[in-house]
């Protein structure tokens, strides 16, 4: 099993940038692929980006190509989202999620997630 908390969100202006973490417990953090995804009040929640388990391989949404970065640390157990050129259609809660699939923008091959983080972007 691995718990996972993120952090990083927070309000900033069209344009900005923040950069999500999410931190995992566990000693097989290093064996998970991890996905993060977003959700607004209601609606599905959204992929956005995934990486492999080491690092080679990572997968984006097509509206956050090109302006988002997935990283991760396995020496830290940490996962990161960079956010560039941010737009008010970003405005969403966050999600860090943990799971054996490789690539996977499904919701159901994750089955561990974090509690979320709200990202906010000012128009």
């Known amino acids: 099993q691995v718990q996972l908390v993120e952090s990083g969100g927070g309000l900033v202006q069209a344009g900005g940038s923040l950069r999500l973490s999410c931190a995992a417990s566990?000693?097989?953090?290093?064996?998970?692929?991890m996905g993060w995804f977003r959700q607004t009040p209601g609606k599905e929640r959204e992929f956005v980006a995934t990486i492999s388990w080491s690092g080679g391989s990572t997968y984006y949404a097509d509206s956050v190509k090109g302006r988002f970065t997935i990283s991760r640390d396995n020496a830290k157990n940490t996962v990161y989202l960079q956010m560039n050129s941010l737009k008010p259609v970003d405005t969403a809660v966050y999600y860090c999620?943990?799971?054996?699939?490789?690539?996977?923008?499904?919701?159901?091959?994750?089955?561990?997630w974090g509690q979320g983080t709200q990202v906010t972007v000012s128009s």
């Open positions: 999620a943990a799971g054996l699939i490789f690539n996977s923008r499904s919701r159901s091959d994750y089955p561990y």
């Open positions: 566990g000693r097989t953090f290093s064996s998970y692929d």
